[in-house]
């Protein structure tokens, strides 16, 4: 059963920065593309920011030029690097991916439990 570990979540002052980690454990076979998004109390959950496989990346508007996604696909893992943190960035962080478990498995969606970005004034 693979599951999905997001760390690095945190409470920084405003124009602080954290870094999100989200790991995979369990049987892979390959990870596709993978993608952070946020959900803040009582809003809808956004796309923070997404990476494919081989590495291209896309943002949302209210983050770009502020976040990093990267990955390391040795480890199966992503990272997301805040900086210039804002209130408004406050929010529950989700990690998603991408996996086929099995050669011969289907590619399936996994997202983690979320970590928690708090910025205050």
């Known amino acids: 059963q693979v599951q999905l570990v997001e760390s690095g979540g945190g409470s920084v002052q405003t124009g602080g920065s954290l870094r999100l980690s989200c790991v995979p454990s369990g049987h892979i076979f390959n990870v596709y593309a993978m993608d952070w998004y946020r959900q803040a109390q009582g809003k809808q959950r956004e796309l923070v920011a997404a990476?494919?496989?081989?590495?291209?990346?896309n943002y949302g508007d209210s983050v770009k030029g502020r976040f990093t996604i990267s990955r390391d696909n040795t480890k199966n893992t992503t990272y997301l690097q805040m900086n210039s943190l804002r209130p408004e960035d406050t929010a529950i962080y989700y990690c998603n991916a991408r996996i086929r478990e099995h050669r011969d498995s289907r590619i399936n969606l996994y997202w983690g439990q979320g970590t928690q970005v708090t910025v205050s004034s």
């Open positions: 990476i494919t496989a081989d590495g291209n990346t």
